[in-house]
């Protein structure tokens, strides 16, 4: 199997490396020491946008120029908020870096908050994170006493707070302006942008969202350079990235991998290929909001160009593998169950939209289908796209549009048939 | 008539804590609402009402975040409270079957809450633990891959410790 460098990871196998004398130990706080003691804010920021990091919450955003954003001349405090959400189904990545190297991201959010000039920083974390929540808290408990948070920060006199928010159950709280909303106590109701949250952010002043695996690359790429970093992925897309692997593979799991791996490697070296000896059918590559890959189409390098090139989204890296045996209706019953629960109601198209796919295809599953269902639920889904106010509005008709095109046949042969013909075809081959 | 709902003074310390950590006293409406949960086991009309005149909040605004989020709840839970994934990670990998059986382990469908107030039984989306599809949180914890025998084994340790 091929081997890369750890850079996110190296602390997960390392036992007690919550505790900050371990991560101390392995060259800990350098990063954020050397930053708040010798550098200025814009070679900070110059640096991140060489080292070509992208947001790795599902965006792909540049990072430095996010930071960019941020205005200058600003009276008002400004204010780094941490998306520790991580509600995209098939993704588990921040989980790791918070239970079990805490303090990479307390050190991330020192680096950013120097970056953009903020004194405090929010780290909304989803609320089933309980066993998490308790160890990140801990770990700024530590930071504290040290004198790395507070309002002496490495002795500089800077100050900077983490305060942790914990969430109460809610995908769409995951998107930026939503998570704002929340973080102010209100329903998770996106907001229109513009005004974006670098303007005008959580209580109406300038504000950097960032992912926690975004954050968590910061002290790396200060300790080894940008251009180190930028060489670790490939072209545009710098470094590392935690791909969650499940689903129908020998060893679901966690795996650091850089930019643009190819997914045919990252299923069949890296999780031990698929399970009971089965052919692939599908991969989704990013969580659940994007486009699902046919078996033909997974020699395919995993970075954010890639991927869009051929329709689909890198996303957030959450790859869910499914074998020859999966019925393609159940899993869009699935997806669309959850989108259905997840909509937050307040645009009309994604409200009322995904309540009639999910009727639509219960109605199909159940062996009731209609022969225009199928097209119904095509249009349905594109006349979602584009007309809500935030992109759960393009990420619920996603699995319709690319499960029924990709895989049009076994659904009409459910829709004919009231039944999967994967059943018939087991039934005929015993 | 019922008394006028008093928050534990312990608590409201620890809330007053909270609420100077943020710019605006709404800020705060979550996280109360989540210790107010933790501690009492629901959120109930007189917690909503206290915390409308803590927060100074008309009582719609908070009535509308309990009902916003999944995670508040009116009602009490059962003692050991299981939640099955039922998204897709955990689908691919059995999840259906492990409810259904413990549907029949607990005698309760989803949603559903024992008379004895030992168990609730809820499905929910996915935890972000596919890795160990299929899941569930029980109380606070994650626990998977779930196989009949695991459950039977949890089961079994709950009735010993009763
Ligand atoms: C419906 C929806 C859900 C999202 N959920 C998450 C999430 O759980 N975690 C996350 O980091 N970003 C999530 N995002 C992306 C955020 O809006 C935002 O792009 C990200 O937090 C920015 O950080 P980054 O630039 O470091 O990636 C979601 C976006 C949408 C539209
Ligand atoms: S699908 Fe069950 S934990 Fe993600």
């Known amino acids: 199997m091929k081997s890369y460098p750890k850079i996110l990871s190296k602390n997960f196998e390392v036992p007690h490396a919550q505790h900050i004398g371990v991560y101390l130990s392995g060259g800990g706080y350098e990063a954020a020491r050397k930053v708040y003691t010798s550098w200025k804010p814009e070679q900070l920021i110059e640096e991140v946008k060489k080292s070509n990091l992208r947001g790795l919450g599902g965006a792909g955003f540049s990072t430095g120029m996010k930071w960019a954003f941020i205005p200058k001349d600003s009276t008002r405090p400004h204010y780094v908020v941490v998306n520790a959400d991580e509600g995209e189904p098939g993704t588990f990545k921040d989980r790791y870096i918070l239970c079990k190297d805490p303090h990479a991201l307390v050190e991330g959010i020192l680096i950013a908050c120097f970056a953009v000039g903020s004194h405090k920083a929010f780290v909304y974390i989803r609320g089933e994170y309980v066993e998490p ?13 040290k004198g790395f948070l507070g309002k002496n920060v490495f002795g500089t006199g800077y100050e900077v707070e983490i305060v942790i928010h914990q969430g109460a159950g809610a995908y769409i709280c995951g998107e930026e302006t939503a998570l704002l909303e929340s973080l102010e106590g209100k329903k998770g109701f996106p907001r229109l942008k513009p005004p974006f949250p670098a303007v005008k952010g959580v209580f109406g002043c300038p504000t950097v969202i960032n992912n926690v695996e975004t954050l968590a690359c910061l002290p790396p790429i200060v300790n080894l350079g940008a251009e180190w970093f930028a060489k670790l992925g ?61 078996s033909d189409e997974v020699d395919i390098k995993m970075d954010f160009n890639s991927l869009a090139r051929v329709g689909s989204m890198l996303g957030s890296a959450g790859v869910v593998v499914m074998d020859e045996t999966t019925c393609m209706v159940t899993t869009l019953l699935v997806a669309a169950r959850f989108f259905a629960h997840e909509s937050c109601g307040q645009c009309s198209p994604c409200r009322e939209g995904t309540g009639w796919v999910l009727k639509m295809i219960e109605r199909i599953y159940e062996g009731h289908g209609r022969s225009q269902d199928l097209d119904n639920l095509l249009d349905i889904g594109k006349n979602m796209m584009g007309n809500t106010i935030c992109a759960f509005g393009d990420a619920a008709p996603t699995p319709v549009i690319s499960y029924i095109t990709k895989f049009r046949a076994e659904f009409e042969y459910h829709v004919r048939h009231g039944k999967c013909d994967l059943e018939d075809r087991s039934q005929k081959s015993e | ?21 943020y710019e605006t006293k709404q800020a705060a409406l979550l996280p109360v609402l989540n210790l107010a949960q933790e501690k009492y086991g629901s959120i109930s009309p007189e917690i909503e009402s206290w915390v409308a ?4 909040l008309p009582l719609m605004k908070v009535r509308e975040v309990v009902s916003f989020y999944t995670l508040f709840h009116a009602e009490q839970k059962g003692k050991h409270h299981f939640q099955m994934c039922r998204n897709m990670s955990c689908m691919l990998r059995g999840c259906e079957e492990m409810i259904e059986y413990l549907k029949e382990r607990l005698k309760l469908e989803d949603g559903q ?35 009949k025998e695991s459950i039977d084994q949890i089961l079994k340790e709950i009735e010993i410790n009763n």
């Open chain 2, 53 to 56: 005149d803590y927060l100074q």
């Open chain 1, 234 to 294: 490939c072209e545009k897309n710098g470094g590392t990235r935690l791909y969650s692997v499940s689903g129908h593979v020998n060893r679901p799991g966690l795996y650091e991998l850089p930019l643009g791996t190819p997914l045919r490697e990252i299923i069949e070296e890296h999780a031990g290929g698929v399970w009971k000896g089965r052919q692939l059918k599908a991969v989704i590559p990013g969580g659940i909001s994007a486009s699902i890959l046919r």
């Open chain 2, 113 to 147: 809450t024992s008379q004895d107030r030992c168990f609730s039984l809820s499905t929910v989306e996915c935890l972000a633990a596919c890795e160990m599809a299929p899941m569930m949180q029980l109380n606070d914890r994650y626990v998977g891959p779930l196989t």
């Open chain 2, 1 to 21: 008539m019922q008394a006028k709902f008093q928050m534990s003074s312990e608590l409201k310390t620890e809330l007053d804590k909270i609420v100077s950590q």
């Open chain 1, 133 to 145: 929540i308790r160890i990140f808290r801990e770990a700024v408990r530590e930071a504290h006493e």
